[in-house]
């Protein structure tokens, strides 16, 4: 019989745990509440177990040295980030589903549908984000709604379009409170004849044709203040796009609205999130329209009419789809804003330690914001730089061997991330959520802690949308960091693979440790890094299904698969034809299409579309307004691979 030793025992109770943890996930159901809290409880009983292990047995001794002050420093940001982590664990414990409610109330208006006012909110973007909107918000299969487009632009050729249109165009003299302003001072106008319910929507953002008669089904409950649906993207975020997982991993935003807000709905925590909502006037009314204490409206507004007793529900249907942040720097900017609107909320009226009429659920959803902005961001960037302060200070911030770092790091890691990622399907992937968090990590940290100690004064910044993305660009102010302590890193595995005598303390085995920290972060860091290189983009339709239809040369038909449209061009599969030559071209359930040949190879062309008006009009109507989501729902871990792998191939289809 073979003797193990420490780390082999330790290695066998890491198996054993993840056979465990994989074999309830195979039998449990990820829809019941019972079995989701049950997973959900194991893994913080895991994560109490490693705080108290960590608390207990790895801090160094209370000398008075840096090795204690760092110690103790970055033990308070790993306890704070494990409180996030609990309380995301409880949050999670539980989700609600309403689309069988909304089958259920229907049409309960009956014969008298109520009166909506549809809002196109925009300041900037370009008239080919905006248009696609527009047409999508005219073309919902609802009775009785009216469109309006408020430009905070006050731009000629949006009030000549949206009067091309038979949308009602407003604009106002000057862009106080930014977005909650041009909302607030469109819902003034109407006050003196009201409707019943206001549709927000974001310039980039199409309605599908069912979104209002899905989501007014959840107002038959007279206290629904407020109907908030998922955000769905049918173009890349800049992870999918400058990794190469465009056909493999959901965006970023998946677990947010596809997993976290269904459970907050069923906690009574469900929040506004801006864009896709519909609110009914009469609660809005009352707490005077849009609150504009917060650069995040949204969340505040959840908050606000919380505090007079009306509810925020969820449907997580897909009704409705727009752009993705296109660039990195939006991507950030979108993200540190969000953070600053919840340390705005924080320090204000509604906070979770001012004197207001919130519920404690309430206040509890504000803290657990709190936690996730302020503290595991920093965390993320204080677990990158603790190997180097062994290698380069010969400061021992965590004294563990490796047999206790298996036993109690590595269970709890190998439960919770096999749990995660059993209830939200794949979509908190190592590596690939901790790259999507860390690219952001610096200005969100500064935003967080920034807005915590002075909330007030900062400018709403808008999330750029369209422009020319056709160029590769190495955005090298936001990888530098990341490259610095990326060679820092690499020179340190150096030191402490043939230089001992660098390192003057005796970690013991607890080295091996460092050097494994070391590894993990060098392979974060690069994969951060390629995130930085953004790859050029032409507009796509993430996971659009190839569709069969036919070429039409003369009145000679040839049956192609399309396996890429967009609102310029169609990328055919089947038939070669000649660059310049003119087509037709036949989709069923879209109809046909005057083109142009613009690129052909062995078996394949592309063809540009001549457009008119109406063809452009219906075109994006039957990209952007049918029932099903866009995006990746989760992850496809063959694909990952292959992604990678196969790279040259997979950015050429």
């Not at 310039?203 to 998922?230: C, E, G, I, K, W």
């Not at 908050?303 to 529900?313: D, I, K």
């Not at 657990?368 to 920093?378: E, F, H, N, Q, R």
């Not at 010969?394 to 709890?412: E, K, M, P, S």
Request: aromatic share 10%; proline share 5%; net charge negative.
């Amino acid at each position: 019989m073979i003797a193990l030793g420490p780390v082999g025992h330790a290695l066998v109770m890491l198996v054993a745990t993840l056979v465990v943890v994989m074999a309830l996930a195979a039998v449990l159901d990820r829809t019941r509440n019972a079995h989701r809290a049950l997973l959900l409880t194991l893994s913080s009983i895991l994560g109490l177990r490693y705080l108290y292990w960590r608390a207990t047995e790895t801090l160094p001794p209370a000398d008075g040295s840096i090795d204690m002050v760092a110690g103790l420093v970055f033990f308070v940001l790993e306890a704070t980030a494990m409180a996030s982590a609990l309380s995301a664990n409880l949050m999670l414990s539980r989700v609600c589903e309403r689309s069988s409610e909304a089958d259920t109330h229907a049409n309960w208006w009956g014969d008298k549908p109520p009166r909506v006012a549809v809002m196109i909110a925009t300041y900037n973007e370009d008239l080919d984000v905006l248009e696609r909107t527009v047409y999508g918000a005219m073309a919902i299969d609802y009775p009785n709604y009216a469109v309006y487009l408020l430009d905070d632009g006050r731009r000629e050729n949006v009030r000549a379009f949206a009067e091309e249109q038979g949308v009602i165009y407003v604009t106002r003299p000057d862009n106080a409170h930014a977005k909650a302003g041009n909302i607030n001072h469109a819902l003034g106008l109407l006050a003196d004849d009201p409707p019943d319910f206001v549709t927000i929507l974001d310039a980039d953002f199409v309605a599908h044709d069912d979104f209002l008669q899905r989501s007014l089904a959840l107002f038959h409950a007279p206290d629904v203040a407020l109907v908030q649906t998922p955000q769905h993207f049918f173009n890349p975020d800049p992870i999918q796009q400058n990794l190469g997982l465009i056909y493999a991993y959901p965006d970023e935003q998946r677990f947010f609205f596809n997993h976290l807000q269904p459970a907050r709905d069923a906690w009574g925590l469900a929040i506004c999130c801006g864009t896709s909502s519909v609110a009914r006037w009469r609660p809005l009314e009352e707490i005077g329209f849009f609150p504009t204490d917060s650069v995040t409206e949204d969340f505040l507004l959840t908050l606000a009419l919380s505090e007079r007793g009306w509810r925020t529900v969820y449907l997580d249907e897909p009704l409705s789809e727009g752009l993705a942040p296109e660039g990195l720097k939006e991507y950030i900017t979108q993200r540190a804003r969000w953070c600053l609107g919840l340390m705005q909320i924080a320090r204000g009226r509604y906070g979770p330690l001012s004197a207001n009429r919130l519920g404690l659920l309430q206040r509890w959803s504000v803290i657990d914001s709190v936690l996730y902005w302020a503290g595991t961001y920093p965390f993320r960037l204080a677990a990158l730089c603790v190997p180097l302060l062994y290698w380069y200070g010969n400061i021992l911030v965590v004294d563990a061997g490796v047999a206790d770092v298996i036993a109690y790091f590595g269970v709890y890691f190998v439960w919770a991330l096999t749990t995660i990622n059993f209830l939200t399907r794949g979509t908190q992937l190592p590596f690939l959520a901790e790259v999507s968090a860390l690219v952001s990590a610096i200005p969100i940290a500064l935003s967080a802690w920034g807005g915590l100690v002075n909330p007030e004064g900062r400018a709403f910044k808008v999330t750029a949308k369209g422009g020319d993305r056709s160029k590769r660009v190495v955005q090298w102010t936001m990888m530098r960091p990341f490259l610095v302590l990326f060679c820092l890193s690499l020179g340190g595995l150096a030191l402490g693979l043939v230089a001992d005598s660098f390192a003057h303390h005796d970690a013991g085995d607890g080295k091996a440790v460092v050097l494994f920290w070391t590894l993990w972060n060098l392979v974060l860091l690069g994969l951060t890094m390629q995130v930085c290189i953004e790859r050029p983009r032409r507009e796509i339709h993430v996971a659009d299904p190839p569709r069969k239809g036919r070429v039409l040369f003369g009145e000679i038909p040839i049956p192609v698969w399309a396996s890429e449209i967009t609102s310029t061009d169609a990328h055919l599969r089947g038939f070669s034809g000649d660059v310049g030559e003119t087509v037709v071209f036949d989709l069923p359930g879209f109809g046909r299409f005057d083109g142009l040949c613009s690129e052909s190879g062995d078996g394949w062309m592309r063809i540009a579309f001549l457009h008119t008006p109406e063809s452009r009009r219906r075109l994006l109507l039957q990209l952007h307004t049918s029932r099903d989501a866009p995006g990746l729902t989760e992850a496809d871990p063959v694909s990952i691979v292959a992604e990678v792998v196969f790279d040259d191939i997979t950015q050429g289809r």
